[in-house]
């Protein structure tokens, strides 16, 4: 390739390039976000049922200033917290190869699925009144009430959201780390710098860009939170989020609901440009680095104990959810299980097990493969563009995580209800929202790696005579890889557990893992209860297999480079 | 090669997935279809569906969005090119909302002499009532007698301190059933008194939750919780016998119906305006209120039929029977006084 003649060529494509890979993301944020979004506003603020005196409470009372506070500081707290017990979990998972390690990874993120209302169970069979912990504690001489007692407060929604999302967070800030070149710790060893020095100013600076990708995603997944503080926290709390629910479902003042759905995607975009520029500043010299089992005994009970506070924190409301569901008022039984197979009631639109993990598995996994393309495009374009610019693309294109997502499943059903986007009586739309809530989360792990790679590594394999393909496929791709596994976890998790659109786009021909529990949920009755735990259960072990799987599509060979 | 073998490996599932997906994608097969938009409770024996479709050469899809406040929102946001032809499940205390938007064209059917008339809706049947059930306190009979307390028989009981902290209700500001059951308690202690009481009770440790699954799965007693005395339906002790796991003879729980203090909450079914199948679907409205449709609910939904033909399962009247009146509030009260009644109730007990 004659390097001369194509640079002038290259500097004037090198322009429209980011646009090229970033025109498929845009198309289908601009087509599948803000195309309902506008309806949706539109016809709640000037539409036919719309009253614009519904708008005033939102200057006339300070409730609504105090529930913005509300909504930023937990989320903060939340975030803080998260990403406190994330970095151990984190250098263990990146560090250390153990038997076991992706049932472990697998099992910790699982979490990430479950409806809350299934959550408040788990909780509640672990930690209430007569949940095996208090049970196993009355046992001891001298216990005569329950000690653990499990009331609605603002730690259970930190525990909750802390529950939900340190397997996030340690497997984002886990997969940069593993590409972190230990001989610059080395040497800065050999100069005097002790272990604490060599934390704080080698590996966290290398770090910095995958603990601001983890925590933007952990804060936003808290600011938008709605199951847990309707449900764990109880009625004295709410965010943003619940109050647009509240008053577009059950007060039905549409204008307000509108102005604060804004208010929440405003606070989202700027957050998200803020963090998108900070986090572009982190030069890297990622090379990919193998795990290897722990040398000292020291080492193993390090690791050891990091795994196990993990699991007992993640795993044992979990396991204590799933004996629930193999215990009834009789004793231990299998009945929950074998009875979800059978039409005991002669129902019409009856949903077997199977019929709707094959449906939930059919949908995260399309959701899945259209969410990395989607995503990895959106880290590619974002990061070739101008900072400033490829700050606020990259936050308009991650606005689905902010976005109300009531509001965003009746924009769906106003717009796309017409051909030649007749889209509405098709599980297309339920498969466009799931995809537009995963693609997010590959786009965030992705592009926080992609901003580690040294640039002069691609210089080099480009001198060597790679072309951009090659470039990608034997520099980039490598060292992402882990990167977008961890994307692709997410966002398969994302899909799995999504209910917020799917709530007003559901199709009957469709029901869904989420689906099912909510309906066995909802009915009075020992076996419509031991059902939904039943159901549960197979979400967790279905959601939980397929992590294990989509972990082990990592290329040997791309390990080094 | 690895590398290509697995991408090429993702590309083939992709398309297996994709192709699974589309195939099959239209079962419009020159039929007609009847569309019923509902809220995620219906539930009807398949055989009398199929029969239906087979009286009437149509299909039924039924769509259900989530409870029946957001089925009501949904409705009103797409009434310009509604998604159904026929919509169950608006309640009296949403039944308002839903006129004032006027989604329905009326339609009086001819088998509404069979039901009761203070259970229809208006003069001008834009809606038709197609079944009932009561908003009540229900109680664990084990756990109350374990703690030897004894049942409470009026709502004024629940102020006493032996209740203290153990009575769970829905807030009213998030959920239908607190919302019906605040309504009977402002007919049963009449506007002035009914914040005196949601005080005391505040005061004896109250517990209030965000919905009926929060209240029933988590904090009753009966399910693991804490509170043996739960705000639910008349019908709950009935279901509790007749899904229970291991089967058994009598009921685990119990229903408090003093005079005025449940909720009658009716549900109706409306003819959707826009429709293309007027026709189809009246007949749908009356295929609902039919004898077989409406002795087939009660064990469906657990609510009580309102054709005076139908009998209901035999657990109904043992353990669910409501021979007490229930508050007397209409739907053009709960309407206007709402937002006040709610805001109050959020003052005295939340703040």
Known sequence: ?561 | MRLRLSILLILLVAFSLVASAACGDDDSSGSKTLTLVSHDSFAISEDLLKQFEKDNGATVKVLKKGDAGAMVTSLIFSKKNPEGDVTFGVDNTFLSRALDADLFVPYSSPLLTKVPNDLQADGSNRVTPIDFGYVNFNYDIDALKKANLPVPQRLEDLTDTKYKGLVVVENPASSSPGLAFLTATVDYFSKDGYLAWWKAMRANGLVVVDSWETAYNTNFTLKGGKQPIVLSYATSPAFEQMFAEPARDDAPTANILPPKGAFRQVEYAGILRGTKNEALARKFIDFLLSKAVQEDIPGQMAVYPVNNEAAVPAAFDKFSKVETAPAKVSAAEIASNRDKWIADWTNTVLR
């Open chain 1, 1 to 561: 390739m004659p390097i001369g003649g194509s640079a002038p060529r290259q500097a004037r494509r090198m322009d429209l390039a980011p646009w090229a890979l970033l025109a498929l993301p845009l198309a289908f944020a601009l087509l599948f976000l803000v195309y309902p979004l506008q309806s949706i506003l539109r016809e709640s603020l000037v539409g036919e049922s719309a009253s614009l005196a519904d708008l005033r409470p939102l200057w006339s009372d300070s409730y609504y200033l105090e529930r913005l506070w509300f909504t930023t500081w937990q989320a903060i707290v939340s975030t803080g917290i998260t990403l406190a017990l994330a970095m151990p979990c984190a250098y263990v998972f990146a560090h250390y190869d153990f038997r076991g390690k992706s049932l472990v990874m697998a099992v910790v993120t699982i979490p990430f699925v479950l409806p809350t209302v299934v959550v408040a169970v788990a909780f509640s069979a672990l930690l209430g009144p007569s949940g095996i912990a208090n049970s196993a504690l009355l046992q001891l001489p001298g216990v005569e009430a329950a000690p653990i007692d499990l009331s609605n407060s603002i730690w259970l929604i930190l525990a909750a959201h802390v529950f939900y999302n340190v397997a996030l967070a340690s497997r984002i800030i886990a997969a940069s780390w593993t590409t972190i070149d230990p001989r610059i710790g080395e040497a800065a060893a050999i100069l005097g710098a002790g272990r604490f020095e060599r934390f704080v100013r080698v590996t966290l600076p290398q770090l910095r860009a995958a603990i601001l990708a983890a925590g933007s995603l952990v804060f936003l997944f808290c600011f938008t939170s709605f199951g847990v503080i309707l449900i764990l926290g109880g009625p004295h709390y709410s965010t943003i989020e619940t109050e647009i629910y509240r008053e577009l479902i059950f007060i039905f003042r549409p204008p307000l609901a509108a102005a604060l759905a804004m208010i929440q995607l405003a606070v989202t975009f700027g957050f998200l440009a803020v963090y998108s520029s900070l986090s572009r500043s982190s030069g890297g010299a990622a090379t990919a680095q193998r795990t290897r089992v722990p040398r000292s005994s020291r080492e193993a009970a390090l690791a050891a104990t990091v795994i196990v506070l993990l699991l007992v924190f993640t795993a044992a409301p979990l396991l204590a959810l799933a004996e629930r569901s193999v215990h009834s008022s009789g004793g231990y039984t299998l009945e929950f299980y074998r009875s979800l197979g059978e039409n005991v009631r002669r129902q019409a639109l009856f949903i077997t097990p199977f019929r709707a993990i094959w449906n939930s598995l059919t949908f995260a996994g399309i959701a899945t493969l259209l969410a990395l393309p989607l995503g990895t495009l959106t880290a590619y374009g974002a990061q070739k563009l101008r900072p400033r610019l490829g700050s606020l693309v990259e936050a308009f294109l991650l606005l689905p995580l902010g976005v109300s997502a009531v509001t965003l499943g009746l924009g769906f059903i106003i717009t796309f209800d017409e051909a030649p986007l007749n889209l509405r009586e098709t599980r297309w739309l339920l498969i466009v929202a799931h995809t537009l809530a995963a693609y997010p989360f590959v786009a965030r792990a992705v592009s926080a790696q992609l901003r580690s790679i040294d640039p002069r590594l691609r210089e080099a394999a480009r001198v060597l005579g790679e072309g951009a393909t090659g470039v990608f496929l034997r520099v980039d791709l490598p060292l992402i890889w882990r990167s977008v596994v961890v994307g692709a976890v997410f966002a398969f998790a994302t899909s799995m557990g999504e209910f917020g659109a799917t709530l007003l786009i559901a199709r009957p021909e469709w029901p869904t893992l989420p689906v099912a529990i909510f309906r066995y949920l909802g009915q009075p009755g020992e076996l419509n209860y031991g059902q939904a735990l039943a159901m549960s259960t197979i979400l967790m072990a279905v959601t939980g297999a397929g992590f294990v799987i989509i972990d082990r599509l990592r290329v040997r060979q791309l390990g080094t480079f």
